[in-house]
Structure formats: C-alpha cells, structure tokens
C-alpha cells in the first residue's frame, strides 16, 4: 500500500501552519531575477534546484522585461527543439517566444483582492506567478497556489469565529481566567482581522497592575491627554483608523512600532467607562476595511469583560482583607 504523501503546502509551511498576512507583501515570495542576457540553461538549473520557486523575473537594468512562469519555460522546452532552441540562448529569446503577460499587484494589497484580481486574467495566464511590487521599487513573485492556499486560510478562520469566541467565553466564565487570556483573545482578532502589532493601553489603576507584565499591555496615567488620535478614540467612543499615519499631522506620540503605516484603535471600557484603547499597527499601507472593524469590536468585548473580573476580584480581595 503506498504512503500518503506529505501535502504540498508543508514544503512551503513546514510546520504545517498557514499564518493569515496582512497584505500578499507578508506572504511566502521569490526574488529570483536575471538580467535578460544570462543564459536559459542557467535559468533551468536554478529553478530545477529550487522548486518552490515559480519563475525568474527578467530584468535589463532597472526595468522590469517580464516573468518566465516555471511551468511555462519547461513546457516550452519540452516540446519540438525546445531545448535545442533556446537552453543555450539568452532569456531574452525566450521571454519573447512565452509572451507571457507582466501582471503586477502592490504589495500592501488584501489577500482576498489579490485572488480575485488575479483570477480574472485570462484562461491562459490564471495561474502564472504574480509580480508584487514593492513602496521601494523592488520585485517580487508571488506563487498563485500560495495565494489561494493563504485566501482559503483566512476563510477557514472567518468560518471558525464563533468556536474561538465560544473558547474565551468559556474560559472567562472560569473563576481564575488567568492573564494569558488576553493572548488568546489577540491571537484570535490576528486570525480575522490581520495585524503586525497590537497594544493595550489602558489607564493606570491599581486594580489592572498586574498586567504591567504583559507584553501587549501599556499602562498610561491619562490616555486621554497622550495624544490628539487617542482622544478621538474615547470621544467618538469607536474604532478609529489611520490608512497611512505618515499623512496623519497628530501621530507623533502614539505608542506605537515606527514601521506602522496602517492604525486602528477600539475603545475598551470597564464598568466606569472607557479607560483605554486596543491599537492595532500594520506596517504597510493596508487599511482596515468595516468587516475587520466590526470584528476587533467584538473581541474588545471580551478585554472589556476580562477587565471587569479584574475589577471584581479586587473588591472581593479588599472585603476579605478588611474582614479577616
């Protein structure tokens, strides 16, 4: 009986794992380029020795020629005096014989627009490598099978929101739901609502002092007199977003990583109020659509109840020290 055979998506995942990116920029590409006078057969043994690689992006200086899509340069060699054709010929010869067609994305586009976008090409281009370019002006190519595994990925997690919601609340429920449930929460949001980096920041009371230690959490003494941005965050009571903070003039002092490009903060509350802010930081120009705005709303919900519970085992706390 033959063994099943590892699935594909482990060679590129071998943990077996498929992250959710915040943009096609995050996902697994090749840089592999040629300047279009280096010889086929060159080509052919670098992507023979490295399969997970989808093509070669010819160049002439600066300027971007075109892709050999892998499939397509073996196919063509593989027919009548292909190989007797071309492999000893520059690139150049045979990127004109392909005629393939340059079809390029910006690297801070949705995963889900990038797959729709390049499933509209035509039949016979549907499933050539990808051209992602980059702020810089720099190259990449993107494998179609890994964009559809990533859209497929993201599906599975929209799909899966209400069991991951049904887990927190179970474990909030829980009489000692432990710090590590703020993780779990924004682990959660990361699967539906892809981020770089994320932050709570909430003002300083002695009840939420033991989660000074967390990684994620920044305690302030008046969030609310930080930052113009986080004011409009507690005025407007709802998420707030930045497409590019590069444009916003009130960004300086924000607590946030200097890669950030894309902003959105969601007011968290505790049974006084608003006492603070999740910030959410992509670090490319990928803004936060409604769908992701709605979602992190819902999730803030559960750091609101978590923070309530703090609240409440701090009053019984005191009780019980003051009786005993």
């Known amino acids: 009986m033959r063994a099943n055979s590892v699935p594909h998506y482990y060679n590129i995942f071998p943990t077996g794992q498929i992250p959710v990116p915040v943009s096609i920029g995050d996902l697994p590409l090749s840089t592999y380029t040629v300047p279009y006078n280096t010889l086929t057969e060159k080509v052919v043994e670098h992507l023979q020795s490295n399969t997970l690689i989808p093509g070669a992006i010819v160049v002439q200086g600066q300027r971007l020629l075109g ?5 397509k340069v ?42 729709k976008l390049a499933l509209s090409r035509s039949q016979d281009g549907t499933y050539d490598p990808i051209v992602v370019e980059y702020e810089d002006g720099n190259y990449a190519l993107l494998d179609m099978y890994v964009l ?4 497929s990925q993201l599906l599975s997690n929209l799909n ?14 829980s009489d000692s739901p432990g710090r590590n449930v703020l993780e779990l929460i924004l682990e959660s949001l990361r699967l539906v609502a892809p981020y770089h980096e994320a932050e709570i920041i909430i003002q300083h009371h002695p009840n939420y002092k033991s989660m000074s230690s967390n990684e994620h959490v920044t305690l302030l003494d008046d969030p609310m007199r930080t930052n113009e941005i986080y004011r409009s965050v507690f005025t407007m009571n709802q998420p707030f977003s930045i497409e590019d903070v590069r444009m916003a003039p009130s960004w300086r002092g924000v607590h946030a990583s200097s890669n950030t490009r894309s902003w959105m903060g969601i007011p968290i509350t505790d049974q006084s109020g608003i006492v603070g802010l999740l910030a959410l930081s992509r670090f490319s120009v990928s803004p936060f659509n409604n769908n ?21 085992q701090a009053d019984k706390s005191y009780v019980y020290n003051k009786i005993f």
């Open 67 to 71: 892709v050999l899509p892998r499939h």
């Open 292 to 312: 992701e705005k709605e979602l992190a709303q819902v999730y803030v919900r559960y750091i609101n109840t978590f923070l309530i519970n703090l609240t409440r």
């Open 74 to 115: 073996f196919e063509r060699l593989g027919r009548r005096y292909g190989v007797e054709l071309f492999l000893s010929k520059p690139v150049g010869d045979l990127l004109l014989e392909l005629r393939t067609d340059v079809f390029s994305l910006k690297s801070q586009l949705h995963v889900n627009i990038a797959a």
């Open 148 to 151: 559809l595994l990533s859209q």
């Open 160 to 173: 899966g929101v209400i069991s991951s919601l049904n887990h927190i609340e179970t474990i909030l429920a």
